[in-house]
């Protein structure tokens, strides 16, 4: 009924039939699709985010026995905008013997790259940007972007606690995308592809055929890492505050400081929607019956749902000391990763 | 050889990192320069003195009953039993017998106070930890405490409930069942906390032989209370030197088994559980009385001398040395306080842990810097 | 060991050097002199009878004219030690007398780690010297501070605001 793939490509047809009869090339017609489609993914991003930073407090607030916002708004969904505004009007400060132009791209680079990956994401049916072949090992590519941007940020502060902030959280990050990568091989083993949309659709309608189900320990290991990517908790030491105030974006203000936040949450959104596109089906519906319901709805669900457990995580666990961080990725999920490719290549040999 | 640890004495890989005075984890205003090489710390100093008070001078121009609600604020996480370290110091040194139900509700007073100084510290470890959902739950439990010492004598941090032979007002009717309903429920909840903590892996990870702390080292800095105890050491003033009604009450000492955070964990734990039966024990033996403060001149003079006298307070043992000249104010008051002595502990057991065990560790001391510079 | 015993067996060892205080205190107050103040902490921990390990609290003290209250009734500075033992349980107060003019004495820091900081702060606040003690930095009071010491009697400094008399 609401189905956005049949009305958007009716909206081509016809614009490109006009463009063609009043003689425009038709390569402008594409440039205009492409930078509208950009335009899109940043707006529907950047209302997700601030959507995710509303909802991380009222899940917080509740998992706490308390309430949250209330008052910008009903229940105060207005909250994350006052924020925003707020921190629009803050003071950039920069520090008097920082590393300026490094100071001023690291947020810039976090913020595209956390936008970069989702190009390849299919939100619906037939509702992707760009329908890439090498889709999972692009966005695998650009989320380690954030490494970069980290370290920037921790070095151009001229801040002992910021430097060991972004030391910590680089080897983090680079130390957990190993077992990310080996993990994501499995259900790209199950599918016989690495285009996203191709994955989803090779899982069809039945929710017992999703790959999570073959690929259970697959997806633990996905998720697992996933959360030491995002530096959440339990593996959020890079930015304890109780140790090292703040780490990395310690010396960062204002709208420099939004930029990191919110790409936080929009890279909280994107392995979600990673591991719901590889492992719980995508925009497909559990059940064939059910596929009335939109497929962008189904598939925003299942991510929102994902990222609800990530938040859950949050506010339950300690945190993780890097030592043993460290351990755990490289002793303990690196090497169930090889038991699962070894696995899944073995049953898919023997089954194919 | 001076300890102020300075960028020349550094060797290449060593830097210095100054925590505090303001930060999120030492709780009060403690400032510890640490030679860190690397992650790990290779020396530690702790500068206080940033609440110091003064409340020893203080206390010399002062009357014996105008100094009680000096001694509120000494620690004021654990107010009565602080109130109760003067008072019994003072009782002692005038040989003043306190009514059997103000004993009673001494007791009563000090036991819940000690359950809410250790929700503060169960809260606050697990916040340090990164656990910050536990800190909120121990504050929802704290404030029914606070609500029946807020019905008893109006106040809820600093009470001034205890006076010198006795105390200030009876309780209401209305106390004793809302008590009883706290306890039954507490325990509940004490279950729920250690659902989250005691077996969680990643708080095992954090604790357990972590800055462990060896009795001998304990004895000699003067670590008492729970920090000496989480030491496999079963030393409590109340069973070794009672006072107040504790002989006739059921209780029992817990202890650890090697001296790491884990067990210090454990030991408070237990306490609270051995608070609630007291604190029940006490007000089942509430004696029928109308008594609860001995009958004393309004200005008190005790006799000239010294006393030395001490209490279990929560963090550890509380004393007071006084020196009285028969007039109405003390000579010379010396505050001995349970963190002083904790903390000179944190130095040696730390050296060569990370930062992140230092959080640890020095959350599992309990320190609370106001007792510390009095 | 009761508190006759511990007398007892202290004025066997120390003789003349030691004082004891009379009063009705279920604890044993005595004075030792100051030269043989360090073998009396040393003694007083290590012999398996006594056996005091723990030193609970240290204090000094300022008479600055005859008082009463005290034991004694010269002018001087006292430092004053609150001892109590795990094993045996059981409590004594060790006071030393000092110097009115020029208080000094050597520390026991070495004897019990407990004392450095309770040596620190009387050395900040009363100015009495512990002689060879590893860190004499000031412990409660701010590293430049030079309006004397705060603890003495009749001390006035800025700020300082007497209660009225009443």
Redesign the interface.
Known sequence: MLELDKALLAIYAGLKTWFISSGIPVIWLDLLVMIFAGIVLIAVLALTALFLVWWERKISAHIQDRLGPMRTGPHGVLQTLADGLKLLQKEDIIPSKADRKVFFWAPVIAFVAAFMAYIVIPFGKGLMARDLNIGIVYVLAITTFTVISLLMAGWASNNKYALLGGMRSAAQIVSYEVPLTLSVLGAVMLAGTMSLNEIVEAQGPYFWRWYWLPQLLGFAIYFVAATAEVNRTPFDLPEAEQELVAGFNVEYSGMKFAMFFLAEFVNMFTVSAVATTLFLGGWQPPIPGLAFIPSWVWFLSKTLFLVFVLMWFRWTYPRLRVDQLMDFAWKFLLPLAFINIFLTGLGVYIFK | ????LNNTELRDEE?L?NMGPQ???THGVLRLVLKMEG?FIRDLVPH??YL?R?I??IA???TYNQFMPYTDRIDYCASMPSNQAWAVAIE?LAGIEVPEKAEYLRVIMTELNRIASHLIYLGVM????????PF??TF?EREWILDLFEMTCGQRLTYHYIRIGGVSRDIPPEFGKSLKAFVADFRKKLDDYEA??TE?P??L??TKNVGVLPLD?A????ASGPTIRGSN?A?DIRK??PYSVYPKLNFTIPTGKVGDVWDRYIVRIQEMRQSCNLAEQALDGLPESDVIRAKLPAVLKPP?????S?IEAPRG?M?Y?V????DKKP??V?I?TAS??NL?VLAPISIGW????L?AIFGSLDVILPEV?R | MTKEDIIRKLQDKFGSDLEVVQNNQPEPFVYISKDKYREFCRHVKTDPELDFDFLFQLAGVHYPMPSAGSGSSDERFEVVLSLSSHAKIHRMVAKVKLDIIDPEIETISDIWAAANWYERESMELFGIKFLHHPDPRPLLLVEDWEFGYPMRKGWTGPDFIPMPEK
């Open positions: 050889m001076d300890r102020v830097f990192i930060h999120p984890s992650e206080v003195g110091h003064s020893e001078k010399e121009n002062r002692k697990s916040l340090d930890l990164g656990a910050v959902t909120l739950y929802r989250i903590l969680n990643i708080f990870g954090r080292v004895k000699d800095c003067g050491f030393w070794a030197e000239a001398g010294e006393v030395f001490r043992e004393g040395y020196v009285s000249t028969g000579y010379r010396k001995r002083y002595g000179q990370k930062i992140g065990d959080v510079d």
